[in-house]
């Protein structure tokens, strides 16, 4: 496909829908939550879902027999859209040569939105605003891997099980997926089966293994002074994903200026001075579970 059109007057131009569509597309495919959760539409002022209990099997009834009733609890929750957004700022030497302009951008703009949407939604290490309303799997219970025992691995799939999810995928950091490499049962068989014709890193205990690109989220000491408690590693996520959903309104968006000052961190960097342009991409994305007791995040 063409690459950006850009020149010294270039300010405010956004992508083509099929630019668009090719940036979503690498996003999808690294994100562990639009990998793994149901993808539903969402329009800008958010949806309401409705939430179920499950319900028992049905009994055998005789004949004029009377037939038992079923009372499910209903609820409902409320998916709104929130922004993520980056600017990615490059110099206009990369202007000279488009494809590499283009290809450089789409690398940097999918990874960084996928990034965003798993340290938010599986670690919380990204928070979002006050009273978002948003939910995260960070504060779903934990299941420590210990030593690395066959038993401690199991314990991922039987809590998940024993909350009556369906235990059908695993979202792993990097970290996470070097302690699934190397883990085996009693008698030395991987726990991780390669699963052949796949794209998938594999199979754990029947569920669905994908790597996500979230960062280290190393251990926390305990801090007596603020209150803090310790934390472990966090390795990972699993659990019945059907209970998750996510949305987002219009894909990804992005804005092209080579006039403005960025703040980076503190320091100003005026873009027009220093010859660089700088992309802004933007994603409005929703995400809600409905029965946060059937994940597990699993820790060291």
Same mark, same amino acid.
């Given at each position: ?17 099929? $630019? ?8 999808? *495919? $690294? ?21 179920? /209990? !499950?319900?028992?099997?049905?009994? @055998? ?29 490059? +110099? ?14 789409? +690398? ?42 066959? *038993? ?26 070097? *302690?699934?490499?190397?883990? /085996? ?12 014709? +796949?794209?998938?890193?594999? +199979? ?23 209150? $803090? ?7 990972? %996520?699993?659990?019945? @994903?059907? $209970? ?10 992005? *804005? ?32 809600? %579970?409905? !029965?946060?007791?059937?994940?597990? /995040?699993? /820790?060291?």
């Amino acid at each position: 496909m063409a690459a950006i059109d850009l020149n010294r007057a270039t300010a405010g131009v956004y992508l083509t829908p099929e $630019q668009s569509d090719e940036i979503w597309t690498e996003t999808l *495919k $690294q994100s562990a939550v639009t990998q793994l959760a149901t993808k539903v539409a969402l329009p800008g002022r958010g949806s309401e879902y409705d939430t179920l /209990t !499950d319900t028992g099997a049905a009994s @055998w009834v005789g004949e004029t027999g009377e037939i038992a009733v079923d009372r499910p609890k209903f609820g409902s929750k409320i998916m709104k859209p929130f922004k993520l957004a980056k600017i990615i700022p490059v +110099s206009n030497e990369f202007v000279r040569d488009k494809s590499a302009l283009w290809n450089t951008i789409k +690398s940097r703009a999918s990874q960084a939105i996928a990034q965003g949407i798993d340290e938010t939604f599986l670690t919380g290490v990204i928070g979002l605003p006050s009273n978002s309303n948003v939910d995260s799997l960070a504060d779903a219970q934990t299941v420590s891997i210990g030593k690395g025992a066959y *038993k401690d691995f199991a314990a991922i799939a039987t809590t998940v099980l024993e909350h009556d999810g369906d235990f059908n995928g695993v979202a792993l950091s990097p970290h996470g997926l070097s *302690k699934f490499i190397t883990a /085996t049962d009693a008698n030395g068989r991987p726990l991780l089966v390669a699963m052949p014709g +796949s794209t998938d890193l594999g +199979s754990f205990f029947g569920g669905r293994v994908v790597k996500s690109p979230w960062g280290h989220v190393a251990a926390v000491a305990a801090d007596s002074g603020t209150g $803090q408690a310790a934390k472990p590693e966090m390795f990972g %996520v699993a659990g019945d @994903w059907t $209970q998750a959903i996510y949305g987002t309104v219009e894909g990804i968006k992005m *804005k092209v200026s080579d006039q403005a000052t960025i703040n980076d961190n503190g320091t100003a960097i005026n873009l027009w001075q220093r010859d660089m342009i700088g992309f802004l991409v933007e994603a409005e994305i929703g995400f809600v %579970v409905k !029965d946060k007791t059937k994940f597990v /995040t699993i /820790t060291a």
